[in-house]
């Protein structure tokens, strides 16, 4: 457990000029000891999708940038709890939504969408599985690298009908009769099973 040296204030004023002036203890204060519960609060609702330190990390930085200019804003009107609450709220949540955009994808945000996603991924390694060893057994063999090269690495149909040598139209109905002949004996197969 990491000690820390006691850091005393008289004003939200003084404190902040100690944080502009790099005082060690001051940012300690900050960051660890008496703001670091809020600070830890506002990461999880915030952004609950990324780790909490990750978060107080980067607001650091943030605050930081540029010789304390952020902090330099504050007005000592203000109660500086709420101030760095309001302002580490806002700056969680955007920097949260800066994550989700850059990665393009749609934040889970509770532990029900995470099992649901975990359940949807086993789902569809059972069901890749099951296609890869039905295409394994599709005859005849220019159906099958036909439905796996669209399937399987999912390439554009043009490609695939240029390698082929068939027009692409040509390419949906060989990718249909495909189909339908690995539904059929996947289905039979079934059948035999039960």
Do not use: G
């Given at each position: 457990m990491k000690s820390f040296a006691k850091y005393r204030y008289t004003t939200d004023q003084q404190f902040v000029v100690d944080i502009i002036a790099n005082d060690s203890k001051a940012l300690e204060y900050l960051l660890y000891d008496r703001f670091r519960r809020l600070l830890r609060f506002n990461a999880m609702k915030a952004a609950p999708n990324v780790p909490v330190d990750d978060l107080v990390q980067e607001l650091y930085i943030y605050l930081s940038a540029d010789n304390w200019t952020r902090l330099k804003k504050y007005d000592p009107e203000l109660p500086f709890d709420r101030w760095l609450s309001v302002v580490s709220y806002r700056f969680f949540k955007d920097f949260s939504l800066r994550?989700?955009?850059s990665h393009r994808q749609i934040p889970i945000t509770n532990i029900k969408d995470q099992q649901l996603l975990n359940a949807g991924t086993i789902q569809m390694t059972h069901i890749m599985m099951d296609i890869r060893q039905g295409l394994d057994k599709l005859e005849?063999?220019?159906d099958r690298e036909i439905l796996t090269a669209l399937l399987v690495h999912d390439e554009e149909p043009q490609e695939v009908a240029d390698r082929f040598?068939?027009?692409?139209?040509?390419?949906?109905?060989i990718?249909?009769?495909?189909?339908?002949?690995?539904?059929?004996?996947?289905?039979?197969?079934?059948?035999?099973e039960n």
């Open positions: 994550m989700i955009d005849p063999p220019r040598k068939v027009t692409v139209d040509n390419l949906y109905n990718k249909r009769r495909a189909l339908a002949k690995l539904i059929q004996k996947h289905l039979l197969e079934l059948k035999i």
